[in-house]
């Protein structure tokens, strides 16, 4: 696919050029169209050796071609990393007074935005504003990270790490690609019309200190397939997030959450009126007994403190225990990676008959897979470890093969 890398003038600029090769080792022609700012962070020469495109920020260069208007005309993706408050004010008011926001304004594809910022200038009225403006035009802006920033500055507003703005784009890419070739996944009837889908994504985080967390590598991709594709189906639906840096997917109630408890009093919430509970968030098993109010100092002896661990509840077990309205069907993922006690699936069917779900979608996880890319290998078990299917593909296929079996479900009660 044809991607236009827009880069605008932050610090965070040479983040971007990780995030370009990780495009291009994907597989897509990525031209970098930065703003004449952003070139004083990153050089067009590092950005042309590694796109192997040519770059500039005028509008007047190569006017023959009118690159204004061609590459936004031409474009498949245009994903901007990273937007500063004035990129986005920019880009609110139909600004075209260099090349990147032309391209944009002549852009009629999908398009990605990830802010970097300050936290004041992110959380300043005139930014809200503008964020939400462009998100009601459909424009897709992930939420800054919260970190380290310039100087000793900390807070929200960090710029996303490349690979979970790659993830993101990659599954904008998949999803346009999807539409076109998979129809049959995302064109069927509206054959949960009527339902109520309940689905949680994303890696819950559980604090350490102001500065640390325990945490996962989920991204929420899969979760958010799920979302969008029983969106699509009809379904009413209910996203409870869980620490991902995604867009909200259009037409779906979304919830954001950090931690295990409020991820189960959010998804109990929801669940009060729900057809079907989809668990597709990495739940984290254990939390600190009690998070520290300051940041923990490394000793000088270079003795490290213990960090004491509790278990977390196990949401799905208790979701498919004490179901909240009668016959809901209750699905779990559980992510696997194998050891000396067994392989994947082996740990996959004791799990569905310990869960008491009605499915079990079991993903091989680590070296690549399940996390932080576009597809994913499943296979389906019913509560007693016994498999209804197993499927293969983008994370779109296997949301349409899961809800497939949902709907077999609920069509039997």
């Known amino acids: 696919m044809r991607i236009i890398l827009g880069v605008s003038g932050g610090i965070a600029a040479y983040k971007s050029v990780l995030l370009l090769r990780q495009l291009t080792e994907a597989g897509h022609r990525v031209r970098v169209v930065p703003t004449e700012a952003a070139l004083r962070f990153v050089g067009a020469p590092t950005w042309e050796a590694l796109s192997g495109e040519p770059v500039t920020s005028h509008v007047f260069d190569d006017v023959a071609h009118v690159p204004h208007v061609a590459l936004g005309q031409g474009a498949d993706l245009v994903v901007v990393a990273p937007a500063t ?6 880009m609110a008011g139909g600004m075209s007074d260099d090349l990147l926001t032309a391209t944009l304004l002549t852009a009629r594809c999908p398009v990605l935005v990830a802010p970097a ?31 380290r920033l310039t100087g000793d ?9 490349p690979s979970e703005i790659a993830a993101a784009a990659l599954a904008l890419v998949d999803e346009t690609t999807a539409s076109a070739s998979e129809p049959a996944v995302l064109d069927r009837p509206l054959d949960l019309l009527g339902r109520t ?43 409870v997030a869980a620490n991902t840096s995604l867009p909200d997917p259009h037409g779906v109630e979304v919830v954001h959450v950090e931690t295990t408890e409020e991820l189960r009093a959010a998804v109990r919430r929801a669940a009060g009126d729900a057809d079907v509970v989809i668990m597709a968030a990495a739940v984290a098993d254990f939390r600190p007994v009690g998070a520290v109010g300051h940041k923990i100092k490394k000793r000088s002896d270079g003795v490290v403190a213990p960090i004491e661990l509790v278990a977390n509840p196990d949401v799905l077990a208790e979701l ?26 082996e740990h996959g069917r004791a799990k569905a008959r310990r869960k008491g779900a009605d499915l079990l979608v079991v993903n091989r996880v680590g070296e690549g897979r399940g996390f932080a890319v576009p597809d994913n290998d499943v296979t389906v078990l019913d509560g007693d470890g016994s498999t209804v299917t197993a499927v293969a593909g983008s994370k779109a296929v296997v949301a349409g093969v899961v809800l497939d079996c949902v709907h077999g479900l609920l069509a039997g009660r």
């Open 320 to 345: 498919a225990a004490h179901r909240l309205v009668p016959g809901q069907v209750v699905v779990g993922f559980a992510a696997e990676t194998g050891d000396e006690d067994g392989d994947v699936l």
């Open 197 to 239: 889908v309940v689905v949680s994504a994303g890696g819950t985080r559980e604090p350490i200190d102001p500065v640390r967390f325990l945490g996962n590598r989920s991204t929420g991709l899969q979760g958010y397939a799920l979302a969008e594709v029983a969106c699509a189906r009809g379904a009413s639906v209910v996203l």
């Open 85 to 90: 408050a004035d990129l986005l004010a920019r």
């Open 153 to 161: 500055d900390s807070g929200q507003g960090r710029l996303p790490e």
């Open 117 to 147: 910022m300050h936290t004041e200038m992110w959380t300043h009225p005139a930014t809200r504003s503008n964020v939400r403006l462009l998100r009601e035009r459909g424009v897709h802006v992930l939420e800054p990270a919260s970190g």
